[in-house]
């Protein structure tokens, strides 16, 4: 199945926001880097995933730095709380130097457009992103790394070493084509956090959501 069948069987199922675990399976389909899952050893993240509770750490759906074992254990127990999500353990990342936001969406005047800047938590307290319209080309993702008060951040700030930029630039002009392809089935696509690691060592993308189009029944017709 490709990704386009893929979200339209999503639509078939009358779904509307579609749930990290499915939306991270998509995106690795698409050459996005995601993390390893149910590793043998190390930190793990544990999460229960559904697409009635998008906003997992709201509803105690996210466990961190847990052993395999603990992770088995979380995942479970939230299993039973909340019936019918996706279970999800993966492994932590521990060597990212910068956390970024990359969104996708449709604009009313502007259609579809892709957006970049500093994720995880500092979306709130630095609220700029660079914007620009979708498909982005490769060397207008580069611009979108070095442009704005976040670019800063990328080239390293009191000594700390730069982020993966050509990774990230190529993650951004990688998902917007995706998304302009696809603007007749999805509204919107977040990933937050990318967690960038040092220059030439990659990224991978932490949390991911796909809201779809609630119109594409009638665009498919």
Same mark, same amino acid.
């Given at each position: 199945?490709?990704?386009?069948?893929?979200? %339209?069987?999503?639509?078939?199922?009358?779904?509307?926001? &579609?749930? %990290?675990?499915?939306?991270?399976?998509?995106?690795?389909?698409?050459?996005?880097?995601?993390?390893?899952?149910?590793?043998?050893?190390?930190?793990?993240? /544990?999460?229960?995933?559904?697409?009635?509770?998008?906003?997992?750490?709201?509803?105690?759906?996210?466990?961190?730095?847990?052993?395999?074992?603990?992770?088995?254990?979380?995942?479970?127990?939230?299993?039973?709380?909340?019936?019918?999500?996706?279970?999800?353990?993966?492994?932590?990342?521990?060597?990212?130097?910068?956390?970024?936001? @990359?969104?996708?969406?449709?604009?009313?005047?502007?259609?579809?457009?892709?957006?970049?800047?500093?994720?995880?938590?500092? &979306?709130?307290?630095?609220?700029?992103?660079?914007?620009?319209? /979708?498909?982005?080309?490769?060397?207008?993702?580069?611009?979108? &790394?070095?442009?704005?008060?976040?670019?800063?951040?990328?080239?390293?700030?009191?000594?700390?070493?730069?982020?993966?930029?050509?990774?990230?630039?190529?993650?951004?002009?990688?998902?917007?084509?995706?998304?302009?392809?696809?603007?007749?089935?999805?509204?919107? @696509?977040?990933?937050?956090?990318?967690?960038?690691?040092?220059?030439?060592?990659?990224? &991978?993308? /932490?949390?991911?959501?796909?809201?779809?189009?609630?119109?594409?029944?009638?665009? %498919?017709?």
């Amino acid at each position: 199945m490709t990704p386009r069948e893929t979200l %339209e069987s999503w639509h078939r199922a009358g779904r509307k926001v &579609v749930h %990290e675990a499915d939306a991270k399976d998509l995106l690795q389909r698409i050459g996005i880097p995601v993390p390893k899952r149910n590793p043998a050893e190390g930190r793990c993240v /544990a999460k229960l995933c559904h697409d009635d509770y998008p906003h997992k750490s709201d509803h105690g759906l996210v466990r961190l730095g847990l052993s395999p074992e603990e992770a088995k254990r979380a995942t479970t127990e939230m299993a039973q709380r909340f019936p019918g999500g996706t279970t999800l353990i993966e492994e932590m990342e521990d060597g990212s130097v910068a956390e970024w936001i @990359i969104g996708c969406k449709r604009d009313d005047t502007f259609g579809p457009i892709v957006l970049a800047g500093p994720g995880g938590i500092l &979306v709130e307290l630095i609220d700029t992103a660079e914007i620009r319209l /979708a498909p982005a080309k490769p060397q207008t993702a580069e611009s979108m &790394v070095r442009s704005g008060p976040g670019a800063r951040m990328l080239a390293g700030l009191r000594g700390a070493e730069p982020a993966d930029r050509g990774g990230l630039a190529d993650l951004i002009s990688r998902i917007s084509v995706f998304f302009a392809e696809n603007a007749d089935l999805i509204s919107e @696509i977040e990933i937050n956090p990318v967690m960038v690691r040092a220059d030439g060592k990659g990224l &991978v993308a /932490a949390d991911a959501l796909i809201v779809l189009s609630p119109n594409a029944d009638e665009q %498919e017709s």
